[in-house]
T-cell receptor
Framework: AQKVTQAQTEISVVEKEDVTLDCVYETRDTTYYLFWYKQPPSGELVFLIRRNSFDEQNEISGRYSWNFQKSTSSFNFTITASQVVDSAVYFC????????????FGKGTSLLVTP | GAVVSQHPSWVICKSGTSVKIECRSLDFQATTMFWYRQFPKQSLMLMAT?????????EQGVEKDKFLINHASLTLSTLTVTSAHPEDSSFYIC???????????FGSGTQLSVL
């Protein structure tokens, strides 16, 4: 069975703090893809990153960075120097290679960044 | 870039009426589209896979007679909530993969409120 766990339900930080959102996944497949999406109050899903199971390189994009570790089945997301505009719900999701592109989402982490 | 258009953004209807939600790929063909449902402060749950020219595939626990899906063309999938009841009130969002699944595009979502 496939599963995505985001243990942190809500996180509150003060602006400029760094924050890490955890994501742990379960799958027996060797080919899979991991995603992070941001969902602001408007509801739309904003794509942040897609990583395939064969690429364990960490990625940095501006203030965002991702740490993919297959040994611990984790794909954590760090926001450096958080800003109020980062306040949103963040979802980690798993797609299996043969799933036809359907996503299995975690429960999401609600991030609140206060001034 | 490729865009998925979803309409309406929000709809309020009376209990017992039917509501149709459209998901349209604007500049690419989508033989498959996905419909998700999100209850307040919950994760996104896959409801069904819409297949162009054939029957949709529904996830366990989703009533196919209640949530009618039609994918009559390569750019349009519709979800009709029949005889809607207050418990159907939810955020519905569609997604469509680009060929090869390299990219997934989400619609902006539809907030359904059934009175």
């Amino acid at each position: 069975a496939q599963k995505v766990t985001q243990a942190q339900t809500e996180i509150s930080v003060v602006e400029k703090e760094d924050v890490t959102l955890d994501c742990v996944y379960e799958t027996r497949d060797t080919t899979y893809y991991l995603f992070w999406y941001k969902q602001p109050p408007s509801g739309e899903l904003v794509f942040l990153i897609r990583r395939n199971s064969f690429d364990e390189q960490n990625e940095i994009s501006g203030r965002y960075s991702w740490n993919f570790q297959k040994s611990t089945s984790s794909f954590n997301f760090t926001i450096t120097a958080s800003q109020v505009v980062d306040s949103a719900v963040y979802f980690c999701a798993l797609m299996l290679g043969g799933s036809g592109y359907a996503l299995n989402f975690g429960k999401g982490t609600s991030l609140l960044v206060t001034p | 870039g490729a865009v998925v258009s979803q309409h309406p953004s929000w709809v309020i209807c009376k209990s017992g009426t039917s509501v149709k939600i459209e998901c349209r790929s604007l500049d690419f063909q989508a033989t498959t589209m996905f419909w998700y449902r999100q209850f307040p402060k919950q994760s996104l749950m896959l409801m069904a896979t819409s297949n162009e020219g054939s029957k949709a595939t529904y996830e366990q626990g989703v009533e196919k007679d209640k949530f009618l899906i039609n994918h009559a063309s390569l750019t349009l999938s519709t979800l009709t909530v029949t005889s809607a009841h207050p418990e159907d009130s939810s955020f519905y969002i569609c997604s469509a993969p680009l060929v090869g699944g390299e990219k997934l595009f989400f619609g902006s979502g539809t907030q359904l409120s059934v009175l």
